[in-house]
């Protein structure tokens, strides 16, 4: 196995266009008052308040993470600051990685009001594609580990590709020694 990879990275794309909207608004501002100081001072705030609506709106389906032959990487953008810090230097980000022998136990968490999806765990979902993509529940794998650690490893962006998650869930069960259960909100 190479590597099986889930969500999606926070890239280049928000910098930069939180950049461009930063150096527009001082542009413009310095155009029309002639103020250099005030438009640098404007820029950066929109620079900062185009990263922080950035950081807001971009909390579903980028909950990158990987398994690999030695363990599972990730990426932890549950902090809000993290993922603002994400947003203004995408390329500065930490990589969380353990191995299978640091597992203790697995769930699937499934989101209040919805069902798995099929075969995942005898789970079964109707919904079309188009709609999971606006719903607000949850739908994650939450890893505890044995130093106390909880890791909650995004499926919303994968949720269709069932094969793939079941065979994930398999190798994890069977590599760490450990069942894995279902879990639904309500």
Known sequence: MDSIEFGRKINYVPMTVSL?????????????????????????????????IFAKTLSDFYGYWEVTD?????????NFGVKFQSVLMPFSEDKM???FDDVKSLRVIVGREMNAPANILGGSFYAPKKIMFN?????????????G???????????????????????????AGIGAEMVKQS
Do not use: M
């Open 20 to 52: 461009v909207i930063g150096i527009l608004v001082g542009l413009v501002i310095t155009v029309f008052t002639h103020q250099i100081l005030l438009a640098v001072i404007l820029g950066v705030t929109f620079l900062v308040i185009s990263a922080l």
């Open 135 to 147: 719903l607000p529940t949850p739908y994650y794998l939450e890893i505890k580990l044995k130093d």
């Open 97 to 99: 990685s353990f191995k």
């Open 70 to 78: 030695d363990g599972i990487r990730c990426y932890d953008y549950q």
């Open 149 to 175: 650690r909880e890791v909650n490893l995004d499926l919303s962006a994968d949720w269709d590709d069932t094969e793939t998650i079941e065979y994930v869930i398999a190798i994890i069960c069977d590599k």
